[in-house]
Each structure stands twice: as C-alpha cells, then as structure tokens.
C-alpha cells in the first residue's frame, strides 16, 4: 500500500500472476487496516481486463471470491466507471460511485 500516491497494490488471486492495482478513496475502495494488521479492501474487486476476470473481495487478509459476472454486466460497469473519472486543471478527479 502507498499512502503517498492512495494505492493498494496486490497480486491476484487466482494464480495468473497479475499485479491488481486499486486507487484508494475519492469514491473508489476504502482500505480499512485493523488490529494485528488485518487488511480489508471494499467494494469488491472485478479483474474484468484480466484473462482470468476474478472478481473477490479482500477481508481481513482472506479473499472471498464473489460470484462471476455476464460481458453484459462487464461491459455496464466498464461504461458507467468511464463516467465516474474527468480531468480538472490537468488532475484526474473521480466521483463517488453511483448506486
């Protein structure tokens, strides 16, 4: 994790190998850190570029594998994110996700 750059970095679960990066705040993941350094990532993470489109959750250090999701809702969450970042003045500013 950067707090200097608000990023949680992890490599995936499902073995590929791929690094996953998550942008924290702003609207995107919240990172929660508790006691004995147990690590909580949410909303749920969807690798859907990634050849294996795992989609998990990350709570207290244990992954929770969510259930796989349609190209059809692949490609609805793809959109719909496209429209939660602009640039401002050169900086990129991301929107609380829509519910």
């Known amino acids: 994790m950067s707090r200097k750059y608000k990023t949680a970095a992890h490599l995936c679960p499902c073995g590929c190998g791929k690094k996953v ?5 702003n609207g995107r993941w919240t ?6 350094h147990k690590v909580t990532l949410s ?3 969807g690798n859907w570029t ?3 489109h795992s989609h998990y959750f990350i709570y207290d250090n244990r992954v929770v594998w969510a259930s796989g999701q349609s190209e059809a809702t692949i490609q609805f ?3 719909r994110d496209a429209h939660d970042i602009f640039i ?3 900086r990129k500013i991301i929107l609380k996700n829509r519910q």
């Open 77 to 79: 969450q793809r959109e």
């Open 50 to 52: 990634y050849p294996c």
């Open 31 to 36: 990172l929660k850190i508790k006691f004995y």
């Open 43 to 45: 909303p749920s993470i």
């Open 88 to 90: 401002e003045n050169g």
């Open 21 to 25: 990066v998550t942008p924290i705040g």
